[in-house]
């Protein structure tokens, strides 16, 4: 047991979300960083670096905080599903099965994961807005909820479900209409948007529905935006829901579940302050209830889809700082081993994370540096113009609240490998993922046959 005291971050185990990293995070007597009773400069020499780094633990109570706040806050069934886009691998599938949560999966690779990883096939749900023919038919053949976005899925259901074929549990997605202040690219819950059905869609296809025999609507869906700190538009939304539950089982449809999608937002810098997952989870759920008494509605099982808020706060990635290009009375770089391809976020979202140096995390913030990527792209900065203690090469440079949306949205730019992961707890480290090798990148490169072979 390595002696240690808390670090100032790691506070609220009750919602991780609102920590800026790992609620076990510590320093040792030596004022270094631990994370699940290890130290993180010992991770990076033992399994290399970039690293990403899982802290069991904050998993599991980020799972804990919306399983306890649904059973506290909501009077009927309830159920959270991992939005397993955020990180899918088989070792976090069946973490945050065993508790007890489903998942929601949108590809062929995320529902083979998720059934590999024995999440039970009647808490996962298939979205896509363009599932292809083979995940349609992976989803039904094992029995999941298939989410319907648009017509195109019913059609292509109705030409692959034999006839006399057993009837496949479906959700709807529809648009409710509603902004919130997220990035341009992760709103979802506008009219302008790739997903689900536009709410005057929504009477035509509940009525096509009715008359296909194979067609067991059971859920409607929507997904308003992601890393939100607002709680009125989750509040909004369940007036849209509730009006269309009405619709729906007017119409004759048994509709047992709501799903209110996932956006909860977490803290990846000092000054973000998002709700914390119990007041969230009160807040949708009391919205929920008072709007379908408010039209006479038995309630209904209430589902949500949690993706960043469950995992973002567990994860960190552990680089080694490498060279140094100082340009005098403009900017000082230092270069990481890893970058836009482990995390593509800030190239993409422009979004920020807080840095600490591993061994000297208290030391005194006394250089202005930018964090540079090593990939060939003179975007891929991870920050710019940031404080940082006096480093140098080879110093274990630490991310925080890299866990969700990093390793799901890397890729091999430059032909860089992934990196590997490892969970860690109670002062033991298990590898998650395998590191990829160089080698691995070339395995299903060919060389046609007709050209020339060289030397
Ligand atoms: N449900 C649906 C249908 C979704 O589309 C999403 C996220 C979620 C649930 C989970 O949302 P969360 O709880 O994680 O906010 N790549 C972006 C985030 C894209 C989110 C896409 N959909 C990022 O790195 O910020």
């Not at 790992?22 to 699940?36: C, F, I, M, N, S």
């Not at 909860?264 to 949708?284: A, E, K, M, N, T």
């Not at 591993?358 to 250089?367: N, Q």
């Amino acid at each position: 047991m390595l002696k240690c005291s808390p670090f100032e971050t790691g506070r609220d185990l009750h919602s991780p979300n609102r920590n800026l990293s790992p609620v076990t995070t510590a320093v040792d007597e030596e004022g270094r960083l631990v994370v699940g009773q290890c130290l993180l400069s010992d991770l990076a020499e033992q399994y290399g670096t970039p690293l990403y780094v899982l802290d069991e633990t904050t998993l599991r109570a980020s799972c804990v905080a919306y399983r306890e706040a649904l059973e506290k806050y909501y009077p009927a069934p309830s159920l959270a599903l991992y939005a397993s886009k955020a990180n899918s691998t088989l070792a976090i599938c069946n973490l945050i099965a065993s508790e007890g949560l489903g998942l929601d999966a949108v590809s062929e690779g995320e529902l083979l994961t998720a059934l590999k990883a024995g999440v039970p096939s009647k808490h996962v749900v298939l979205h896509g807005n363009n599932k292809s023919d083979e995940e349609l038919m992976l989803g039904y053949r094992n029995g999941v909820t298939i989410v319907i976005d648009n017509h195109h899925d019913i059609d292509r259901l109705e030409a692959l479900i034999p006839s006399g074929g057993a009837p496949v549990r479906l959700m709807l997605r529809f648009t409710p209409g509603i902004e919130c202040h997220t990035h341009e690219y992760i709103k979802t819950g506008h009219l302008d948007s790739k997903f689900g059905f536009d709410p005057d869609q929504l009477e035509d296809v509940l009525i096509r529905l009715k008359y296909l025999e194979w067609a067991s609507l059971k859920g409607i869906h929507a997904h308003i935006g992601s890393q939100i700190f607002e709680l009125e538009p989750h509040r909004d939304l369940a007036a849209v829901m509730a009006d269309a539950l009405e619709l729906a089982r007017g119409l004759g449809h048994d509709v047992e579940d709501v799903n209110v999608g996932g956006g909860l937002g977490i803290r990846y810098i000092h000054s973000d302050d998002p709700p914390s997952i119990d007041s969230w989870v009160q807040v949708v759920s009391l919205a929920i209830k008072e709007a379908c008494l408010a039209r006479n509605l038995a309630l209904p099982r209430l589902l949500c889809e949690p993706g960043r808020s469950l995992v973002a706060p567990a994860g960190l990635t552990l680089y080694r700082i490498g060279s140094r290009k100082v340009i005098p009375g403009v900017r000082t770089y230092i270069s990481v081993d890893g970058g836009m391809s482990d995390n593509p976020r800030p190239i993409t979202y422009q979004s920020s994370y807080t840095f600490y140096l591993a061994d000297r995390p208290l030391s005194y913030r006394e250089e202005k540096v930018t964090i540079a990527g090593k990939h060939c792209e003179s975007g891929d900065v991870l920050i710019k113009d940031y404080m940082l203690p006096c480093s140098k090469s080879g110093d274990v440079l630490v991310v925080f609240a890299t866990g969700a949306y990093n390793a799901s949205m890397g890729s091999n730019y430059n032909r860089i490998p992934r990196p590997a992961g490892v969970i860690v707890k109670d002062g033991r480290a298990d590898l998650f993922q395998r590191r990829e090798e160089p080698e691995d990148l070339l395995q299903y490169d060919l060389i046609p046959d007709r050209f020339i072979a060289l030397g």
